[in-house]
């Protein structure tokens, strides 16, 4: 996400496993969203909303207005199993910008149609 300062910035959804049951909850049903939905390009219509929530967290939490968001998917594919006790790790990490939304200063404004 690029800033009205300049700066670039990686915004990640919260960690889920680090919330108690209560808040935990609600939030998982946006993290399948996020993580198992937006990124297929069947589901392109929720990318321009996603990237405005997104903005409007990052704008809430610094009070700088974000100028663009791209949405990025990062995975690391699973080797087969194999028969060696001591597998070597597999750490190669992949990414993939697949929408890139310029944000409007009403985009910054939340109409109550979605919930933060």
């Known amino acids: 996400?690029?800033?009205?300062?300049?700066?670039?910035?990686?915004w990640t959804y919260p960690r889920i496993e680090r919330f108690d049951f209560l808040r935990k909850m609600p939030k998982?049903?946006?993290r399948k969203l996020y993580n198992d939905?937006?990124?297929?390009p069947s589901d392109a219509v929720l990318w321009p909303d996603l990237a405005r929530y997104i903005a409007r967290q990052v704008y809430t939490q610094t009070g700088i207005r974000p100028v663009r968001?791209?949405?990025?998917r990062f995975w690391s594919d699973i080797?087969?199993?194999?028969?060696?006790?001591l597998p070597e790790p597999s750490t190669t990490y992949k990414?993939?910008?697949?929408?890139?939304?310029?944000i409007q200063p009403d985009?910054?404004?939340n109409d109550g149609s979605?919930?933060?």
Request: hydrophobic share 35%; charged share 20%; net charge negative.
């Open 95 to 102: 990414s993939h910008k697949y929408f890139t939304f310029p």
């Open 37 to 40: 939905i937006a990124n297929e």
């Open 69 to 72: 968001v791209g949405l990025v």
């Open 114 to 116: 979605t919930q933060n």
């Open 79 to 85: 080797p087969p199993p194999t028969t060696d006790p």
């Open 28 to 30: 998982e049903r946006f």
């Open 1 to 10: 996400m690029q800033l009205e300062n300049g700066k670039t910035i990686f």
């Open 107 to 109: 985009d910054l404004v």
